[in-house]
């Protein structure tokens, strides 16, 4: 499996943008199909955005859409979710995962998992 890092959270005001990169190692990161997904105090795992193997196809929820960007460099290894327009409903852990399928949005369809990288969007 392939193992994975966020970072680039942080603090911002309603309005801000921020982006979020996902490091994963190993030789296979182009095989795998990208999430991004969120939790927030006292609720469940929410999904966000993917993104497949080659990055010419992505699906976002409807609470992000037109704010959100997924993208991914295959030779860097790296998944990224730009942030724009954010919102303090917006606040949670972001955490990236890596699917064996294409545009799954399922906690459950994602094999590996990253810590999760903290975002926090004050009114």
């Known amino acids: 499996q392939v193992q994975l890092v966020e970072s680039g959270g942080g603090l911002v005001q309603a309005g801000g943008s921020l982006r979020l990169s996902c490091a994963a190692s190993?030789?296979?990161?182009?095989?795998?199909?990208m999430g991004w997904f969120r939790q927030a105090p006292g609720k469940e795992r929410e999904f966000v955005a993917n993104?497949?193997?080659?990055?010419?196809?992505?699906y976002y929820a409807d609470s992000v859409k037109g704010r959100f960007t997924i993208s991914r460099n295959n030779a860097k290894n790296t998944v990224y979710l730009q942030m724009n327009s954010l919102k303090p409903e917006d606040t949670a852990v972001y955490y990236c995962?890596?699917?064996?399928?294409?545009?799954?949005?399922?906690?459950?369809?994602?094999?590996?998992w990253g810590q999760g990288t903290q975002v926090t969007v004050s009114s």
């Open positions: 993104i497949s193997w080659s990055g010419g196809s992505t």
């Open positions: 190993g030789r296979t990161f182009s095989r795998y199909a």
């Open positions: 995962a890596a699917s064996y399928t294409a545009l799954r949005i399922g906690v459950a369809d994602f094999a590996s």
